[in-house]
């Protein structure tokens, strides 16, 4: 047995399919590593969501100014953030060392949406058109407090470099659906600046390079070195594979290395790669009214709109794992005017990939997320002015969204304190949540993992891999599935 | 059991193998062997108690279950019974069918299978014998060689330990290789490079038994030997020239890999290579080479992402030593040991943090702002001419500060006449700018009374307020003042400021002025700020290691009036920064005296009041700031204080007071001596300024205290101290050894230490065979793999000690080795039998790694350069990929010439956005300490090798040597190209083959000469001259397959 799926398009090995192809894939990759340890196979259950498709809001989008609606904040605009409030919670050294920490009030207008009633801020209106759809989560907490920790810790279940990232744990755990593009694909929109990304946040840590996220980038190689050299035809290129292939069957027949044939069946599908990719990243067949959903940005290759269309067409042909970014979001100074454009570059795209979906029955087997690391201080960083505040990172509590496969639309779950400053039980108290303790009401990190592992049909405690005589997953030793938020 | 489909063994592989090798070995490894009498502690039995039980029955205190521990025969024995199976708590509890008392239990996702069960069964009748973990107890002194029945098999000890195994199993070993693979698996084994045609043939026509040995010499002596073992140790060290967080700065290191590579070369020993890494700075006498070994303690990730808390970053630099020295030097997992006890392993927090203390006491600082101001502790690597014009210059400054001594001294006389004059006033010259602060001009401006041109200016949120004299100015603790300063403030410009400060309460922090550049994360300039309510005043380079700072024994007093006055005498020393609190010289204590560079600040601004995200002076008072160009004589700040103490002392003449007034204040003579001697200062820095730095290691004065930090975190309550220590489970710490790196190192390297010599002899076995005789190189722990040849690996590891740890000894004695010699190739049988060639019964075989990959291409091209060493290089790279993710960085701009083909160990290494194709050959992000690769096999792979530029120029090269050098036939042309690549010669059907892909593709190149003419540009190389260019593309396209050829890219 090998965690080798057959349709994984990284490690195809054409003459050794199992047996146990019908199998889900999942099972099959959980079974072979529990079967190992000595374990039975787990007999894990089937998932809501086949996909996901993870927009991540790079840089910690302000929550007081997109979905927590926080009147207070307005009333008190200019008054120093209490003590009680605060509560002794450390702040990163951006703003530790200001002499005023004044509240600062949303700039935005805020109105209810939906059947559901969900409060959205007037910088997302495209978002309220799909408000039913979502499940929104006002109460994420993390531990991090600065991007590169905190980003590493969302997308790897770890602050430490060297762990697998969501999209690996997720093609190792469940494999290919497809057979000409990878499993996991990483898609960045182009020229924003801002915050960085680092290959980790992709990275397979342990896990076998095959799991690695493949990024796409917009503009003629969607992929590092897939098309070939100038002046090299499809026909001469075919020619030499011919020939290599024939060429390595002489070498399998003096060296008897089943290696080598896996090696030959990498060439055919990079080779086959080179025809997929080039036809999903291609919208000519994309018919006008779907462009006209996605808004005028998705002519140009590379915006965030254009993502979600490439996203949605990735999905559609059975990629597994299609995890978008969009940087832009830390705004520490400057903040009304910024996230105006930020909101602008995200909303409507992000909308339009659930309808899309949707209209193609997709969305029933696709999870959708949507949000950043953390989120951002309901004080003013710097200067607060009459039209003007900024906002530094927040980890105690944020918004993220979810929608599709398996999620209960139309709910918002959790709530903060009248400052947006602290998770609050029902009553509106704050409280202090902690990983170690699931807190109704409260999200950590880990539990969305937990969770979204959960949509997939993933046991979050089984899908393990020994490293270092140690089991590693992507929750650590932590997480609990949120079932108030399942459909 | 199937897996021989998945890839090669010397990876850390999938779940399947990672778990399944020591279930492997468990079940069949030490069962292999006809039945074994009895049940093996170490080899079965514990391996599954540590996998299955030990989580909640094991060393970790805090979540022991039933006070029951299975690691401590003493406390197992209750539940144990031995020889009564059937008594045994252990063995009930496994068995029974009530699924309240079945272990494990159900929730903890753990099972045993029935055969587990009757192993452990049976180890409990057998008396369950308990024995130490293997790898914690010293190798012993002598390793007897096993007998062996075929005894003209072996050609050295190593054999008969391979050999005796694989009698025991009835196997026998493989037919020796061709020579033609064996030079090409030593040659790429031992320099990372193809051997060349002509050493090819050297080789086979030398039928000498010593040929073998020939060539291993020949390889070993070639200095890309050190360079291919670099390749490996800079995994290890996770050497990379970026730091690797956030903005991912470049962090200036590869001095440290140059250093390695000619260790290696020069064939340091072993335990010399891990002393001078480890504490090469406390050897005495220690020399440069020595301190820069030691870079290998800072090659971790640092940070300089705004906000970060320093505090919490400096640990987990030193949590990144400890965890580096566990895995590249002990095999251990000591990183669990950060947040709990070590589940598996006896090892403890107190033994994690006790080792930390070896490495938290340098001169560091958490964040780094901008890496050309080197984090400290930092090594200067002049040049020879560097030093020299350093050693004059010295010498020049000494000369003139002796000759401005004899100047003053010789100015009695004009001192007395001067004193002798009727006029004199009580002038405090230089002053370059006076505020009174008492009216706020237009446009925000404040008046300067001693020059109008240059006024001060205030953020608005500031106001006046009543003040000393007049209004003064009221800070709002955000926004600050400024005023031009005298020039550039650094080592070289005197300067000095005075004022009037009233605080409202004693001030814990707050910037009273700075003239730095800088962010969050570090500042470098002038600096005076409040510390604790005493004055801090400091020039920095880099905080803290690069400084020089002294801070006031008083504090300030709070709702008072204070005179304030600093002056700085341009010497570069701590001595010469002066602090007066009320005309007055403050006490001070000198915190740092150590600035070996310029501050670089730039700018001409003294900013008052605030820092860009520090604490400001909220709610102060300042009033009256006067600014001078030079550094004042403490009768002058008197006089600026009071008004009056200069005017009086020269009033009645005061000989005393005023001789030092006059040397710094009125004699043109001393000023003319003083500005020689500061313009000779400013050489020498500006020197000093220019030589490169690399961080290395070097100890404070006094040790920090350490720790225990519960969950690792750094603000964890310090109630737990902890001295410098190593684990009480391994070897005794060297008695007479200092408890410091040095000992450490002694310690480590101990012949008693059972780990070290261990860990770096399977390292090196690794390399040559595809995985080591413990396939977990990095973990020699009780969850590691256990050794397929413990004896094998213990006469290894005793023999490299009492070889004086010779590494090049050891890798000779493998190469020349039966074992390695074998061929590679595995009847279906044996492969079956044994997948992974655990015993050895056939050679190694491999695919190259990505840097070989990348190399040989490079080679057989024609176009590798044979420099060693220096700056990284920048080949071909998809262009722009590190902007792209990172505004932080620049666009990846490659190299024009030589540097686009240097040996891949020398292209630059960007931790966040690694060179893509080196990552889809499976090189590590350099982020953490990897001492064993992954081989895996994946569609990017082809798609680097026939379209990334640089093989793609590579193919063409060869394809044009192919044309000019290959002889006259196609045949022969391209079994000179397959040699190139493959080494061997190719077979009659390959160069059929060969040959017929060539024709086919001048046809597609004659049909489309557009085409051709493109495809010859790919790369910087311009395609030559006079050769038929559908010929030469299609020479180029042939040759691409060839290095594309599994015989290519693998050793077998």
């Known amino acids: 047995m090998s965690a080798n799926e057959p349709l994984d398009p990284l490690t195809i090995t054409r003459r050794h399919f199992l047996s146990g192809a019908g199998l889900g894939l999942g099972a099959l990759a959980l079974g072979v590593c529990e079967a190992a340890s000595g374990a039975p196979a787990a007999p894990q259950f089937s998932g809501k969501a086949k996909r996901i498709i993870y927009l991540f809001q790079s840089g910690g989008p302000a929550q007081q100014d997109l979905f927590d609606y926080k009147p207070l904040l307005n009333e008190k605009n200019g008054e120093q953030l209490p003590d009680h409030v605060r509560g002794g919670q450390r702040l990163t050294g951006m703003s530790v060392n200001q002499a005023s920490i004044p509240l600062a009030g949303s700039a935005f207008k805020f109105a209810r949406h939906g059947k559901c009633g969900a409060w959205l801020s007037e910088l997302l209106p495209h978002t309220g058109s799909v408000v039913d759809e979502l499940c929104i989560i006002r109460s994420l907490f993390t531990e991090a407090i600065n991007h590169d920790p905190a980003i590493t810790f969302f997308q790897t279940g770890s602050q430490i470099a060297g762990r697998p990232s969501m999209g690996s744990w997720v093609s190792y755990g469940l494999g290919s659906m497809n057979e000409n593009l990878p499993a996991f694909v990483v898609l960045v929109t182009k020229g924003k600046g801002d915050q960085p990304l680092y290959a980790r946040l992709w990275g397979n840590g342990f896990l076998d390079s095959r799991y690695q996220g493949v990024k796409f980038a917009a503009g003629k190689d969607p992929v590092f070195y897939l098309t070939n050299p100038e002046g090299v035809s499809a026909a001469g290129r075919r020619a030499l594979l011919d020939k290599l292939e024939e060429l390595n069957r002489v070498q399998l027949e003096r060296e008897l290395d089943p290696e080598i044939e896996s090696r030959m069946a990498q060439y055919e599908m990079a080779y086959r790669m080179q025809t997929s990719v080039p036809e999903v990243t291609d919208f000519a067949n994309e018919p006008q009214h779907v462009l006209d959903l996605y808004g005028p940005d998705v002519r140009t290759p590379g915006t965030f709109a254009a993502n979600c269309l490439l996203a949605r067409r990735l999905a559609e042909r059975g990629v597994r794992f299609i995890q978008l970014y969009h940087q832009g979001w830390d705004q520490h100074g400057d903040l009304p005017r910024q996230i105006r454009g930020q909101a602008r570059e995200t909303d409507q795209p992000s909308a339009a990939l659930l309808k899309d979906l949707k209209r193609r029955g997709l969305l029933h087997d696709t999870l959708i997320i949507w949000g950043g690391e953390f989120g951002r201080t309901s004080y003013s960083q710097g200067k607060l002015t009459k039209d003007n505040y900024g906002r530094d990172h927040h980890p105690r509590c944020f918004t993220v969204w979810l929608a599709g496969a398996g999620v209960k639309g139309g709910l918002t779950y959790g709530r903060t304190d009248d400052y947006g400053y602290n998770i609050a039980d029902e009553h509106g108290e704050a409280i202090s949540p902690d990983k170690a303790t699931f807190t109704p009401g409260a999200v950590h990190v880990h539990d969305l993992q937990a969770t979204i592992l959960h949509l997939l049909g993933i046991d979050h405690e089984r899908l393990t891999f020994k490293f270092q005589g140690r089991r590693f997953r992507l929750t650590d030793v932590h997480g609990h599935v949120v079932k108030e938020l399942l459909a | ?1052």
């Open chain 2, 1 to 1052: 059991m199937r897996r021989w489909h998945s890839s090669r063994s010397a990876r850390p592989g999938t779940a399947v193998l990672a778990a399944a090798s020591v279930l492997w070995l468990a079940t069949h490894a030490a069962a292999a062997p006809p039945a074994p009498a009895k049940v093996d502690y170490n080899f079965q039995v514990r391996p599954l108690l540590a996998d299955r039980c030990f989580v909640c029955h094991g060393p970790d205190e805090k979540k022991r279950k039933a006070k029951l521990r299975l690691d401590d025969p003493a406390v197992a024995r209750r539940v144990l019974a031995p020889g009564k199976p059937d008594e045994s708590e252990l063995v009930r509890r496994i068995t029974t069918a009530d699924p309240a008392e079945r272990m494990p239990p159900r929730k903890s996702n753990l099972t045993l299978n029935n055969e587990e069960i009757d192993l452990l069964r049976r180890w409990v009748a057998e008396g369950a014998e308990y024995k130490p973990h293997w790898a914690f107890l010293p190798p012993p002194d002598v390793v007897p060689l096993p007998s062996v029945a075929d005894g003209k098999w072996p050609a050295g000890p190593l054999d008969r330990f391979v050999l005796a195994r694989l009698e025991r199993d009835g196997l026998k070993p493989s037919a020796a290789a061709s020579k033609e693979d064996w030079i090409r698996r030593a040659t790429f084994d031992l320099t990372g490079l193809p051997p060349t045609p002509a050493e090819v043939d050297a080789f086979v026509a030398d039928d000498a038994p010593a040929a073998f040995a020939r060539v291993a010499d020949r390889l070993l002596a070639s200095p890309r030997f050190g360079e291919r073992l670099a390749m490996d140790w800079l995994d290890a060290a996770r050497y990379a020239d970026s730091f690797g967080y956030q903005a991912d700065g470049d962090s200036h290191v590869w001095p440290w890999r140059d250093w390695v590579i000619a260790a290696l070369n020069d064939n340091l020993p072993f335990d010399r290579f891990v002393t001078w890494q480890v504490a090469g700075d406390l050897l005495p006498g220690a020399t440069r080479p020595q301190r820069l070994a030691t870079a290998f303690c800072r090659l971790h990730r640092m940070t300089n992402e705004g906000g970060s808390i320093p505090e919490e970053w400096r640990n987990e630099y030193v949590s990144d030593r400890v965890q580096t020295l566990g895995t590249a030097f002990l095999g251990l997992t000591l990183e669990c040991t950060r947040c709990h006890d070590h589940k598996y392993d006896p090892f403890t927090m107190k033994d994690y943090y006790g080792l930390g203390a070896f490495f938290n006491s340098i001169d560091e600082w958490g964040t780094y702002d901008n890496s050309a101001f080197r984090p400290t502790p930092a090594l200067p690597l002049a040049s020879p001419e560097q030093e020299r014009a350093l050693a004059a210059g010295a010498r020049e400054v000494e000369a003139l500060a002796a000759k401005l001594r004899e100047v003053e001294k010789s100015r009695d006389g004009a001192f007395r006449a001067w004193l002798g004059r009727p006029d004199l006033k009580p002038d405090v010259p230089g002053l370059m700018g006076y505020y009174p602060l008492d009216k706020l001009e237009a446009d925000n401006r404040l008046a300067n009374l001693a020059g109008a041109k240059s006024p001060g200016s205030t953020s608005p949120a500031n106001t006046l307020a009543p003040g000393k004299v007049g209004q003064s100015l009221r800070f709002t603790g955000d926004d600050g003042a400024n005023f031009p300063a005298p020039a550039a403030l650094d080592r070289g410009q005197p300067f000095a400021a005075s004022f009037w400060l009233q605080t409202p309460e004693v001030m814990k922090q707050g910037m009273v002025f700075h003239h730095q550049a800088g962010t969050d994360t570090g500042f470098h300039g002038v600096e005076l700020s409040f510390d604790q309510g005493r004055l801090f005043f400091a020039l920095v380079r880099f905080w803290p290691g690069n400084a020089a700072a002294v801070r006031t024994r008083a504090t300030l007093p709070a709702k008072e009036w204070v005179h304030v006055a600093v002056s700085y005498d341009a010497s570069g020393r701590a001595s010469g920064l002066r602090v007066y609190l009320d005309g007055k010289p403050a006490e001070v204590e000198v915190l740092r005296d150590r600035l070996t560079k310029n501050v670089e600040a730039g700018g001409g601004t003294l900013t008052f009041g605030e820092r860009m995200r520090s604490t400001g002076l909220k709610g102060c008072l300042l009033d009256e700031v006067r600014i001078h160009d030079r550094a004042l004589s403490e009768i002058e700040v008197a006089q600026l204080h009071d008004g009056r103490s200069l005017t009086d002392a020269l009033a009645r003449k005061d000989e005393a007071a005023l001789r030092p007034y006059y040397l710094a204040a009125v004699d043109a003579e001393s000023a003319r001596a003083r500005e020689e001697l500061r313009q000779a200062r400013q050489r020498l820095f500006a020197a000093q300024t220019g030589v490169f730095e690399i961080m290395t290691m070097e100890e404070l004065p006094h040790p920090r205290q350490a720790y225990v930090l519960a969950r690792g975190n750094y603000d964890a309550p310090h109630d737990r101290p902890v001295g410098r220590d190593i684990p009480a489970s391994l070897s005794p710490f060297p008695k007479e050894a200092p408890r410091d790196r040095l000992g450490l190192a002694r310690w480590l390297t101990d012949p008693r230490n059972p780990l070290t010599a261990r860990v770096a002899v399977n390292r090196y076995w690794q390399l040559f065979f595809g995985r080591g005789i413990v396939a977990t190189t990095e973990n020699f722990g009780t969850q590691g793999a256990l050794p397929t040849h413990p004896e094998l690996l213990d006469y290894l590891a005793r023999d490299f000690i009492v070889s004086g740890w010779d590494v090049k000894a050891l890798c000779r004695q493998i190469v020349l080795s039966s074992t390695y010699r074998q061929r590679s190739v595995a009847a279906p049988e044996l492969r079956e039998r044994d997948p992974d060639n655990l015993l050895l019964a056939r050679g190694p075989s491999r695919r190259l790694s990505a840097e070989e990959l990348r190399d040989a291409a490079l080679a057989a091209g024609g176009l590798l350069s044979q420099k060693i060493g220096g700056p990284p290089a920048k080949p071909y790279q998809p262009p722009g990929m590190w902007h792209a993710m990172n505004a932080f960085l620049p666009d990846y701009v490659a190299d024009k010439g030589e540097g686009l083909h240097r040996r891949s160990l020398y292209t630059f290494w960007r931790r966040t956005s690694p060179p893509p194709n080196m990552l889809a050959f499976d090189a590590p992000s350099r982020e953490v300490c990897v001492v064993r690769r992954q081989t895996t096999s994946t569609p990017l792979q082809p798609l680097v090798l026939l379209n990334d530029p640089q093989f793609v120029e590579a193919a063409r090269a060869l394809g044009e040597r192919l044309l000019r050098e290959g002889g006259a036939t196609p045949e022969e042309k391209l079994t000179y190209a397959f040699r190139l690549g493959a080494t061997r010669k190719p077979s009659e059907r390959e160069l059929r083959l060969l040959v017929q892909l060539y024709r086919d593709q001048v046809q597609l190149f004659r049909a489309d000469p557009t085409g051709a003419q493109k495809f010859l540009k790919t790369g910087d190389r311009p395609p030559p001259p006079g050769l038929d260019p559908a010929e030469l593309a299609a020479a180029a396209t042939t040759a691409g397959a060839i290095l594309n050829l599994d015989a290519s890219v693998t050793t077998r």
